[in-house]
């Protein structure tokens, strides 16, 4: 589907290349502060900024953010680096999530028939927790080691995993192995040249990941079992709102994913509702997976993305 409304791609170009230049002064400032606060201050700053290039690196996913194609592909690797994943794999992840949305291949907050309720409980703590994070970044070792393992017979152990892994298209595996590589080679770089001490450049990267994976479920978590309209608009403050491209329009971004950023505040779907609140959403997550007989079937399982 083509974008409905215009790119603001020299915006876009803006924004980006201003995220880039925050998020590495940052890291570099890791490796010269000496106080215990100022250390934390700086990895509070890179999950904020870290969660608003990671906004901007949606737009890359959905072919939103640069009216051209390789630009856009092109700054959308480029912000992937600092996740640190390969572009190509977050975008089929994602692209996917589009698809399986609240279908039985990605309810985290159920668990039906045959199912382990422990198991399922674990994966949506790990989800709230950070764990989830780790997993995607772990994922960098796989892709540069061992490849094969993106491969669906990997999967059986767990069907939201499966599915994922189905929906893979194996033209981008070699593409997603080079930038596994520069993933390990850029970041070791920088470790380097800036002489930072690894543990204070992980902190960094875990304060992002700890927040990015907290997110990543609070806006579909109790919605309805639909595609389209199995996600909401979370109301936070006005400042967040803009430092994060109105992220949080989840309700109108699933409704009409390929809507740029700016835009979303102006699609409310009908019969939307009111914006919730981020924070209570949250914490609403922690009452853990609900048992149900209701079964929603992915009507795009097995579907390669392009």
Not at 174 to 198: C, K, N, S, T, Y
Not at 222 to 233: F, I, P, Q, S, Y
Request: net charge positive; hydrophobic share 50%.
């Amino acid at each position: 589907m083509k974008n409905e409304l215009p790119i603001p791609s020299c915006l876009n170009l803006a924004i980006a290349a201003g995220q880039l230049v925050v998020l590495l002064a940052l890291l570099a400032a890791a490796g010269k502060v000496d106080s215990t606060w100022a250390l934390a201050a700086l990895a509070v700053g890179y999950a904020l900024m870290m969660n608003s290039a990671y906004a901007m690196l949606h737009e890359a996913e959905h072919g939103s953010l640069h009216g051209n194609r390789v630009a856009n592909d092109t700054i959308g690797a480029v912000l992937a680096l600092f996740f640190p994943a390969p572009f190509h794999l977050l975008r089929q992840g994602h692209i996917g999530h589009h698809l399986r949305n609240r279908s039985d291949d990605e309810a985290f907050d159920f668990y039906f028939d045959g199912e382990s309720r422990v198991w399922k409980t674990l994966q949506l703590y790990g989800i709230l927790t950070g764990f989830f994070y780790v997993a995607v970044v772990l994922g960098n070792l796989i892709a540069l080691v061992y490849p094969a393992a993106l491969k669906a017979k990997w999967g059986d152990f767990d069907r939201p995993t499966k599915a994922l892994l189905e929906s893979l298209n194996p033209r981008y595996f070699r593409l997603i192995r080079l930038e596994a590589l520069a993933v390990f080679l850029v970041h070791g770089l920088w470790i380097w040249l800036w002489q930072v001490p690894v543990w204070r450049y992980a902190l960094l990267l875990a304060s992002f990941g700890a927040l990015w994976s907290a997110l990543q479920y609070v806006h579909h978590f109790g919605t309805e079992r639909d595609v389209l309209k199995g996600a909401r608009n979370l109301k936070t403050w006005k400042w967040l709102d803009a430092l994060w491209l109105n992220h949080n329009w989840h309700r109108n971004h699933h409704a009409r994913p390929t809507v740029p950023w700016i835009h979303l505040p102006e699609i409310t779907p009908e019969h939307d509702g009111e914006r919730g609140r981020l924070l209570a959403a949250y914490f609403k997550m922690w009452r853990g997976p609900r048992h149900t007989r209701e079964r929603v079937q992915n009507r795009h399982a097995g579907k390669i993305i392009r």
